[in-house]
């Protein structure tokens, strides 16, 4: 068992220092350049794709509208019709998959399922290499017809194939002073016989930080990995192919954006697209940089019009309540981006 602890125009008349203050601040120099495609290494992917189309495991089916998100949005629904929940239907008509983006640091993800008609459950860790980390699924347990609870066990009486120690292991985990017992499963997949013989399957999935990025973590009534990977050649395309038709400097903020902080899940059909308070979060960020950046330039430079206009700007962000739309919210980054360059 493994054990885990847990500007002005008159520039010219600027000094060498001042220069060097803006671009320390990141201020450019430069008005009115044309907006630059984020997604270099797509672009010559996407070159690269016309003159070879990649075999998809699925047909891309492409429709076009006003923004980026919107076009993505329904882009994926378009290309994978249904959800992640019909897609197991044929599995089980109770039972409801899941996958969670673990996010370091977070405290445990509690997951119950209805499992009384479910033959085989399959628990899997996806989306990193096996050494970034592993997905665990802590204290999880079965509860049969009778109200008997059972804690899943590798190497149990209902878990079958043979497992590796680089596939999965058991795994305790101290948490806020508390041990928690599982099993960590790094890249891949483990199953469970199950014969429909319960009722109840409860989980607590967790990520202990070792290097790179969080996995997610699934659990399913059907095989996972190869679904999941099969989604993301797909879906890359589908990306790939937005980032080239929306190549203004606002759309490619925001798509490096929700791409880093994990908004679109790229292994399942879930949905996506941010939402009103991501943005205004998002808003708040870059205000508050603007801010900063302000505060090094001043002295050197007074700019009273900006810092009124900064400021007034502030007031109205402060004065905009969780809960905004999608929509609003990004007219207001969209502004703060604005603010924050000039």
């Not at 080239?244 to 879930?270: H, K, T, V």
Request: hydrophobic share 40%.
């Amino acid at each position: 068992m493994v054990r885990i602890a847990s500007g002005r125009s008159s520039v010219s008349a600027l000094s060498a220092s001042v220069w060097l203050v803006l671009g320390v601040a990141g201020v450019s120099a430069v008005a009115g350049e044309p907006p630059r495609l984020i997604y270099l290494s797509m672009q010559e992917n996407y070159l690269a794709a016309q003159e070879n189309p990649p075999l998809l495991p699925h047909p891309l089916v492409y429709n076009k509208r006003a923004t980026w998100h919107e076009t993505l949005r329904v882009s994926v629904d378009a290309t994978f019709p249904g959800s992640v929940a019909s897609a197991a239907g044929a599995a089980s008509e109770s039972f409801r998959p899941a996958m969670v983006r673990l996010m370091r640091g977070a405290e445990p993800v509690t997951l119950t399922f209805s499992v009384a008609d479910v033959d085989q459950l399959y628990l899997a860790a996806v989306g990193r290499q096996p050494a970034h980390g592993s997905a665990c699924f802590l204290n999880p347990r079965l509860w049969d017809r009778q109200g008997r609870c059972q804690e899943l066990q590798l190497g149990g009486s209902i878990a079958t194939g043979e497992v590796t120690q680089q596939q999965a292991q058991p795994v305790e985990v101290d948490i806020a002073g508390q041990s928690h017992r599982g099993i960590a499963v790094a890249l891949g997949e483990i199953n469970f016989q199950l014969d429909r013989q319960y009722e109840r399957f409860e989980v607590e999935v967790y990520y202990e930080p070792q290097v790179g990025l969080p996995p997610y973590a699934a659990v399913d009534a059907q095989p996972i990995c190869q679904r999941a990977d099969e989604f993301r050649q797909t879906f890359t395309a589908l990306w790939e192919r937005v980032a080239q038709d929306f190549r203004d400097r606002q759309s490619q903020i925001e798509m490096e954006c929700e791409l880093r902080d994990g908004i679109w899940n790229p292994y399942a059909p879930a949905g996506g697209g941010a939402s009103g308070d991501y943005y205004l979060a998002r808003c708040r960020e870059r205000l508050d940089l603007a801010r900063r950046t302000l505060a090094l330039v001043e002295p050197l430079v007074p700019l009273p019009e900006l810092a009124a206009e900064l400021a007034a700007f502030t007031e109205r962000v402060d004065g905009a309540t969780d809960g905004l739309d999608s929509t609003g919210a990004r007219e207001l980054f969209a502004q703060a981006v604005a603010l924050r360059r000039r």
